[in-house]
Each structure stands twice: as structure tokens, then as C-alpha cells.
């Protein structure tokens, strides 16, 4: 689900995928792109890879580099 609601399963949402993903940027600071879509294949919620980094991208916690194929996390270190 994009938007929670009362009825959503809390480990099939946005926020559970982007803390899953915030948590190993956090670790590893950069990232490929690869590596992130597996982490989502990995706890099922592919579906929902996209919607997630785009919200992380526009709260400004990641950057993505086009010519390296990776991702830079800018949040509170």
C-alpha cells in the first residue's frame, strides 16, 4: 500500500520497506541499485521498490549517482 489505511498489514507498506532500506544504506552508505531491488525481492515487496525510493529521494535522505548505478545515504549520519 501506498497510503496506509486501518486495514493495511504493517509489513506490506512503504515504511516498512523504506526502514528496511534505510537501515542497510545506513550500514553500508553506498549502495548499487541491484542491491536495493534484491533487499525488496528478498522480504517480498518488489511491487513496492519504486514508490519507496522515490519518497527517500524526495525527503532527501538518498541520492542516486546515473553513472555508477548507485545510491549515497545523505540522512542523519
Known amino acids: 500500500m501506498i497510503r496506509p489505511t486501518k486495514y493495511t498489514n504493517p509489513d506490506k507498506s512503504i ?17 548499487t541499485y541491484d542491491e536495493l531491488l534484491n533487499l525488496s525481492i528478498k522480504y517480498d515487496l518488489k511491487y513496492l521498490f519504486m514508490p519507496t525510493i522515490n519518497m527517500l529521494f ?18 542523519v549520519k
Open 15 to 31: 515504511i516498512y520497506l523504506s526502514t528496511i532500506l534505510l537501515k542497510f544504506l545506513k550500514r553500508k552508505n553506498i549502495v
Open 58 to 75: 524526495t525527503l532527501g535522505l538518498i541520492t542516486y549517482k546515473k553513472q555508477d548505478d548507485i545510491f549515497i545515504y545523505e540522512g
